[in-house]
């Protein structure tokens, strides 16, 4: 199993707001940089946002600036996605991820992905 699992996801109306959840599912120390991945259907994977540990550096698309707020819980190594006024155009498959730095998460790479959680947005 993958160490990491999404939930939260759903079917929502445009300016809907949807939060989402991620959390270990192993014992895996310390998760220094976690961040959120969405997949359009038919489209490459993009970066969403990513937060180190303390939630010192924080990152975000700027397709979901302002609309978009990402944090963690440090002790429970679980990150959250809290989605306000979305778009048709987030409707993606959302995946949590886990990396030694933000440096490698905004590179697009993890060492740790979730199974992914799909959120559609209706017009």
């Known amino acids: 199993q993958v160490p990491l699992v999404e939930s939260g996801g759903g079917l929502v109306q445009a300016g809907g707001s949807l939060r989402l959840s991620c959390a270990a599912t192993?014992?895996?120390?310390?998760?220094?940089?976690m961040g959120w991945f969405r997949q359009p259907p038919g489209k490459e994977r993009e970066l969403v946002a990513a937060?180190?540990?303390?939630?010192?550096?924080?990152h975000y698309a700027d397709s979901v600036k302002g609309r978009f707020t990402i944090s963690r819980d440090d002790f429970k190594n679980a990150a959250y996605l809290e989605m306000n006024s979305l778009k048709p155009e987030d409707t993606a498959v959302y995946y949590c991820?886990?990396?030694?730095?933000?440096?490698?998460?905004?590179?697009?790479?993890?060492?740790?992905w979730g199974q992914g959680t799909l959120v559609t947005v209706s017009s």
């Open positions: 991820a886990a990396a030694p730095s933000i440096t490698t998460i905004r590179a697009g790479q993890a060492d740790a």
């Open positions: 937060i180190t540990w303390s939630s010192v550096t924080v």
């Open positions: 192993e014992d895996t120390g310390a998760l220094y940089a």
